[in-house]
């Protein structure tokens, strides 16, 4: 496919706004991890191939396994998440599938369950944010295996 804007060099405070939720999301108290995994999830669904190819590769450079990057599409089906990384994905599948699902009371009452009202609400603005960037990526499609990780220091 080719791509078709440079969305944030057509737009740039568009861009900068974007980058300003995702900030948000950086520093919310959230573990790195479950961001990441929360991020890779909506992509997955969201068939966004770029934001796959990077939350894999963030992932990968925060030390996730490959066991458990291959098995996120499953995960229900596995014994590879904590309790609270599964109420975080099924969150981010409701919050993600919001007109099919609408969000149903046990996902949140499982959800509440690990996740207290201030990580709940700064688990939805990351939601939020990913599918945001999914649509953006999608819809102007930005090349995938372009994205690489920043060095850790």
């Not at 590879?80 to 099924?90: I, V």
Request: proline share 5%.
């Amino acid at each position: 496919m080719e791509p078709r804007i440079d969305y944030a060099n057509v737009a740039p405070d568009a861009a900068k706004a974007m980058w300003g939720l995702e900030q948000y999301v950086h520093g919310c108290g959230l573990e790195p991890s479950l961001l990441e995994l929360v991020k890779f999830r909506a992509s997955q669904i969201n068939g966004c191939a770029f934001c796959i190819d990077m939350h894999s590769k963030d992932a990968r450079a925060q030390g996730e396994t490959e066991q458990r990057l291959y098995a996120l599409s499953a995960w229900r089906e596995t014994p590879f998440f904590s309790a609270r990384e599964r109420a975080a994905l099924a969150w981010t599948e409701a919050v993600t599938n919001i007109a099919q699902t609408n969000v149903p009371d046990e996902v949140y009452e499982l959800a509440r369950q690990h996740i207290d009202e201030k990580e709940l609400v700064n688990l939805t603005l990351a939601i939020v944010a990913i599918n945001g960037w999914n649509r953006l990526a999608v819809s102007f499609r930005k090349e995938p295996g372009t994205y690489q990780p920043a060095k850790r220091t």
